[in-house]
């Protein structure tokens, strides 16, 4: 059974930083490109950043591009997804996902950032940024 499972939300001041976890298990953890999302009541999930297989191919969303890093241990089956500068409009439920199986959906590419492409979701981990 595969479990997606994030931690590491909370509440933090603007300018601050947090860093997200994502363990994911029940699956080969390096066959599947990774990516977090994000999604506020009322409106769509939003796509924020994709790393590949390996960690080393990476692609960000403009709203998060140069704030954000994704990246991936998978010795430790981990993804994380470093959040510097925060505003209080990063303020969401923050979700990590597994891609679907087989190419193009394994690699960062194209729509990565399209919900479809993703099988596996945690429950979220709430990101609140408030002075």
């Known amino acids: 059974q595969v479990q997606v499972v994030e931690s590491g939300g909370g509440l933090v001041e603007p300018g601050g930083s947090l860093r997200l976890s994502c363990t994911a298990s029940g699956l080969a953890f390096d066959d599947f490109a990774m990516s977090w999302f994000r999604q506020v009541p009322g409106k769509e999930r939003e796509g924020l950043a994709c790393v590949g297989r390996s960690g080393v191919t990476t692609l960000y969303a403009d709203s998060v591009k140069g704030r954000f890093t994704i990246s991936r241990d998978n010795n430790k089956k981990t993804l994380y997804l470093q959040m510097n500068s925060l505003r209080p409009d990063d303020t969401a439920m923050y979700y990590c996902?597994?891609?679907?199986?087989?190419?193009?959906?394994?690699?960062?590419?194209?729509?990565?950032?399209?919900?479809?492409?993703?099988?596996?979701w945690g429950a979220g981990t709430q990101v609140t940024v408030s002075s």
């Open positions: 996902a597994t891609s679907r199986s087989g190419e193009p959906y394994t690699s960062c590419s194209g729509s990565w950032e399209l919900v479809y492409r993703y099988s596996y």
